[in-house]
């Protein structure tokens, strides 16, 4: 008795160790249609329907809608201008800034442009773009920009950031620093010189490759002479009239030094010395100032002329009412003209070689 359980005990044991080994065969029955079915429990399906869905698709959707189109990353530029424009416009209206009427929009600050280009564009776009499609996204861009001005005018610094982050995506680095040096020029062109506190100026002017730096400083009158002024006018009429000359005062002399020679002996011309002094005759006031300049680069003609513009601000930064009658002369603008690069084949710019036939 007890071998015979033993027995059963052994093959229930190899039976089971069996079925683990081989491979499950499921039975199929017929129905009345004769076509044969598989049978398959639900239980032994657990683990089959755990292991389909770890498993990740072959072809995963695409990232965006527009995947099918030709110019998949074109529209997706635009999509994303648009949804940009039309959130910048509610922020504005919910804080009463849109609609505009037309007198606020005429005194908005000027646009900066630093667009990139076509080209440009269209690297970063990760395709060519035509024409058209850079057309179109400019004005949305444009759009953009104004909505962005007229956050920075109301002090909405938060749109103003987020607006300025989309819109720097699409300019480029040389328009960016063109951008700045404009800026710069306006703001220097726009800024006078201060008086130190010794009542010195400083200015700065160039011509062609010459550049000079300017001191200004006013005349200190002499005591002396104008003590004896003093007491020349206290005589009587008849004494004035016998003696005109001796009642008026000398006229003030000053000293214009450049690079620690006087100006005689630095420009021997006569053209250059006038250019020079033309500033301060203009503004009357001629003698009233010691001037102190280091020139650098250049001939003559370019730093007499850098010397010119140096001191037409210096006048300006001393009295500032002789500012029109400067300006008027075109003595405050610097001297575009440059000189002229030498061709190839020719002798200079414009002078040609002689013709030999032979």
């Given at each position: 008795?007890?071998?015979?359980?033993?027995?059963?005990?052994?093959?229930t044991?190899?039976?089971?160790?069996?079925m683990?080994?081989?491979?499950?065969?499921?039975r199929?029955?017929?129905?009345a249609?004769?076509?044969?079915?598989?049978?398959?429990?639900?239980?032994?399906?657990?683990?089959?329907?755990?292991?389909?869905?770890?498993?990740?698709?072959?072809?995963?959707?695409?990232?965006?809608?527009?995947?099918y189109?030709?110019?998949?990353?074109?529209?997706?530029?635009?999509?994303?201008?648009q949804?940009a424009?039309?959130l910048?416009?509610?922020?504005?209206?919910?804080h009463?800034?849109?609609?505009?009427?037309?007198?606020?929009l005429?005194?908005?600050?000027p646009?900066?442009?630093a667009?990139?280009?076509?080209?440009?564009?269209?690297?970063?776009?990760?395709?060519?773009?035509?024409?058209?499609?850079?057309?179109?996204?400019?004005?949305?861009?444009?759009?953009?920009?104004?909505?962005?001005?007229?956050?920075r005018?109301?002090?909405?610094?938060?749109?103003?950031?987020?607006?300025?982050?989309?819109?720097?995506?699409f300019e480029?680095?040389?328009?960016?620093e063109?951008r700045?040096?404009?800026?710069?020029?306006?703001?220097?062109?726009?800024?006078?010189?201060?008086?130190?506190?010794?009542g010195?100026s400083y200015?700065?002017?160039?011509?062609?490759?010459?550049?000079?730096?300017?001191?200004?400083i006013?005349?200190?009158?002499?005591?002396?002479g104008?003590?004896?002024?003093?007491t020349?006018?206290?005589?009587?009429?008849n004494?004035?009239?016998?003696?005109?000359?001796?009642?008026?005062?000398p006229?003030?002399?000053?000293?214009?030094?450049?690079?620690?020679?006087p100006m005689?002996?630095?420009?021997?011309?006569?053209?250059?010395?006038?250019?020079?002094?033309r500033?301060?005759?203009?503004?009357?006031?001629?003698g009233?100032?010691n001037?102190?300049?280091?020139?650098?680069?250049?001939?003559s003609?370019?730093?007499?002329?850098?010397l010119?513009?140096?001191?037409?601000?210096g006048?300006?930064?001393?009295?500032?009412?002789?500012?029109?009658?400067?300006?008027?002369a075109?003595?405050?603008?610097?001297?575009?003209?440059?000189?002229?690069?030498?061709k190839t084949?020719?002798?200079?710019s414009?002078?040609?070689?002689?013709?030999?036939?032979?």
């Open positions: 008795m007890g071998s015979c359980i033993r027995a059963c005990n052994m093959f044991m190899n039976t089971r160790r069996l683990n080994q081989r491979p499950l065969h499921l199929t029955f017929t129905n249609g004769n076509t044969s079915q598989t049978f398959v429990p639900p239980a032994s399906l657990e683990h089959v329907e755990n292991e389909k869905s770890d498993r990740t698709p072959q072809l995963l959707p695409p990232p965006s809608p527009t995947f189109t030709t110019r998949p990353g074109y529209h997706d530029t635009v999509e994303s201008l949804q424009i039309r910048s416009r509610s922020a504005l209206r919910a009463h800034l849109l609609p505009l009427p037309p007198f606020a005429r005194v908005l600050p646009l900066e442009p667009w990139a280009s076509q080209i440009e564009m269209g690297a970063k776009i990760d395709g060519k773009l035509t024409a058209t499609m850079y057309r179109r996204i400019m004005t949305l861009l444009k759009e953009l920009e104004m909505l962005q001005r007229i956050a005018v109301a002090g909405v610094e938060e749109l103003e950031g987020a607006v300025g982050n989309v819109i720097g995506i480029s680095y040389r328009g960016i063109a700045k040096r404009r800026i710069l020029k306006r703001e220097m062109a726009g800024k006078k010189a201060d008086l130190d506190q010794y010195r200015t700065v002017g160039r011509r062609k490759t010459s550049a000079a730096r300017v001191w200004m006013a005349v200190k009158p002499e005591k002396d104008a003590a004896q002024t003093k020349k006018t206290k005589g009587t009429s004494d004035l009239l016998a003696s005109p000359s001796s009642s008026i005062s006229p003030p002399t000053s000293s214009i030094l450049i690079n620690s020679a005689s002996t630095y420009f021997p011309l006569p053209a250059d010395r006038e250019r020079v002094l500033p301060l005759k203009l503004a009357g006031l001629l009233s100032y001037v102190f300049a280091l020139v650098r680069g250049g001939g003609s370019g730093q007499s002329g850098a010119a513009l140096a001191i037409a601000k006048c300006v930064a001393h009295v500032p009412e002789v500012e029109p009658i400067l300006n008027k075109q003595l405050m603008r610097r001297d575009p003209r440059m000189v002229e690069r030498k084949g020719l002798a200079k414009r002078k040609r070689y002689t013709w030999i036939k032979r």
